[in-house]
């Protein structure tokens, strides 16, 4: 039987069943379920609950028990994970796998507590100091939610890079039946860790420090080959209504939730009008978007924040399109009936 | 909505996400109430100050925290609750969830004595954390502690949202039967929203229609 769950709890118990035991974190609205579910339910299992003094310390907790080679994690909100971005960028530079939940609010600053999706950039352009990246994934759904944290942790150990869940508080608040993973997870060696050498074979190091310049050049060039091994083989999107599409709307999380309700109130209306929702924000799903690229003759980028993806829509369609913008920001959750004006006003223009 | 609850004080609390809010709104709504106060300072979205207006248009005082609808993050309880429930006529009370969100109706619990009081434990059974008798009964006596008063009835709220079927009402209804027995307890009621029509098998006990207020931005126009 199902189970009614909320998106913070779906991330928490996911991750349980995903076998990760050692959760640090520090509260802040609007994730703190997760850390709440993780301190109730984590002792039950024998794993570590640990609520650390800051974010920062947070995830170099993380950064140490993945170094011992365990499923780790941290959940935080947009300043939050600002203060987690010197630690994770440390993680990107010793190559360590590990799950950081952002369940978004608006921002910049202390900004307020309702969703948001203002941290795009910060989670696949610069998630911290230095060339780096995340893999990044974006729900729509509480089942998403809980679904994508194990797909996270699985790419995140398989090309030894740390993953992001980058949700928004609407999907951490709101509640969704959802069907919970009965199966084991999947687990895979990790020679890399430290976890005792018994005498038996030569240490382990992880480290972020490198002196001298060709040793450093050296290890980036061989991490951004992995970076486009994850390119070429984990871009994920789903084309809603798109076979026939003359106009697209881009988005992704709960602002794509939003559209596929414009979609359908726009094909009522006879207008022929597709989503695209990314659902992998790194590496971004080019592969989707060019696939439609020739068919459509105007994009639509539908956002939570003042226009950010719409930058990475504009690349990959390359002029051959109009790519244009619609976004609510401080908190605001567009609706589908502004989002259907927008597709209106664009299909008039077309026309 | 009937009138069930006789007291001048009517408190719903519950385990968290169980449906208070979404009751309490209903019971707001049914103008049997001079002042509505929402004393949940766990949970920022999703409460009954959100639906302030509406509340407000129905003549009922609503009493909800400064930050409520507001970008501030720091729990607090507004002067005039004292005042509310020493002085309305009758008054609701949207706990928060579990114990720490009662912690709050707690400190008021000498005046809610005084004027005598209905406290309603809501539960679903298809929560993650309450998915048997015990589970419920254990939040249940963490609440009561929380906020130094005891519970006077159980209202069953079991529902998977859109996904709910007759298999889920018999567990929830079943449960319910089960955490009344232990507690001790009544049933006041079992909750079920006017879309759907499912059957509680083999009772007396009431069954009372709710509307659906709380919606998701997808599911608006």
Request: proline residues 5%; contains cysteine.
């Amino acid at each position: 039987m199902k189970v009614l769950m909320k998106g913070n709890e779906a991330v928490a118990e996911a991750a349980l069943r995903a076998g990760c035991r050692h959760f640090f974190g520090y509260p802040i609205t609007p994730q703190t379920e997760v850390a709440a579910y993780m301190a109730k339910q984590m002792p039950k299992l024998g794993g570590t609950y640990l609520q650390a003094e800051s974010e920062i310390s947070a995830i170099n907790m993380v950064y140490g028990a993945a170094a011992a080679g365990v499923r780790a994690m941290t959940s935080s909100s947009s300043p939050g994970i600002s203060l987690k971005q010197e630690g994770i960028s440390y993680m990107v530079g010793a190559d360590l796998p590990a799950l950081i939940v952002n369940v978004q609010r608006s921002s910049p600053g202390l900004g307020g507590i309702q969703p948001s999706q203002g941290d795009y950039f910060q989670a696949t352009k610069a998630p911290g100091h230095g060339d780096s990246h995340l893999f990044v994934m974006a729900p729509a759904s509480v089942q998403e939610m809980a679904d994508f944290v194990e797909t996270c942790f699985e790419t995140a150990e398989k090309y030894r890079v740390p993953a992001m869940l980058l949700a928004d508080g609407m999907l951490g608040q709101m509640m969704e039946p959802i069907e919970l993973k009965e199966t084991e997870p999947k687990m895979i060696e990790k020679p890399w860790a430290l976890t005792g050498t018994k005498c038996e074979r030569k240490h382990n190091v992880i480290n972020s420090l490198y002196i001298e310049p060709d040793v450093l050049e050296k290890i980036l060039i061989e991490r951004y080959a992995r970076y486009a091994e994850i390119e070429k083989n984990e871009q994920r999107a789903e084309l809603y209504k798109m076979e026939d599409a003359e106009f697209a709307i881009v988005g992704f999380g709960a602002s794509a939730r939003v559209s596929k309700s414009a979609v359908d109130k726009a094909r009522e209306k006879g207008i022929k009008v597709g989503l695209i929702r990314c659902i992998t924000l790194w590496p971004f799903p080019k592969k989707f978007i060019e696939g439609t690229v020739g068919k459509v003759k105007h994009y639509l980028t539908v956002e939570m924040n003042m226009g950010q993806m719409v930058e990475d829509v504009k690349l990959v369609v390359n002029g051959k399109a109009p790519v244009s913008f619609f976004g609510r920001s401080g908190g605001i959750i567009p609706s589908p009936a502004e989002i259907l004006a927008e597709i209106e006003k664009i299909a008039k223009g077309v026309n | 909505m009937e009138n069930i609850f006789q007291k001048p004080i009517t408190i719903i609390s519950g385990h968290y996400g169980s449906g208070k809010t979404s009751l309490s709104i209903n019971l707001a709504m049914s103008g049997r109430y001079s002042s509505v106060i929402d004393l949940d300072v766990v949970n920022p979205f999703f409460r009954s100050s959100d639906y302030r207006k509406m509340i407000e248009d129905k003549g009922v005082k609503v009493i909800a925290p400064y930050f409520a609808g507001t970008n501030l993050d720091v729990p607090f309880i507004p002067k005039d609750v004292k005042t509310s429930v020493m002085f309305d006529e009758k008054v609701l009370i949207d706990a928060g969830g579990d114990d720490q969100g009662a912690v709050a109706t707690g400190t008021i619990s000498n005046e809610i004595k005084k004027r005598g009081y209905d406290l309603v434990y809501v539960v679903n059974f298809m929560r993650p954390q309450t998915r048997i008798a015990e589970e419920a009964f254990d939040i249940m006596k963490e609440i009561e502690s929380a906020c130094h008063l005891y519970v006077t009835g159980i209202v069953n709220n079991t529902n998977l949202k859109q996904e709910t079927t007759q298999e889920v009402i018999d567990y929830g209804v079943d449960r319910t039967r089960e955490l009344a027995r232990m507690a001790g307890l009544p049933i006041l009621f079992h909750v079920q929203e006017k879309a759907f029509s499912y059957i509680i098998k083999g009772t007396s006990e009431k069954v009372v229609k709710t509307e659906s207020y709380v919606l998701t931005p997808w599911e608006q126009a």
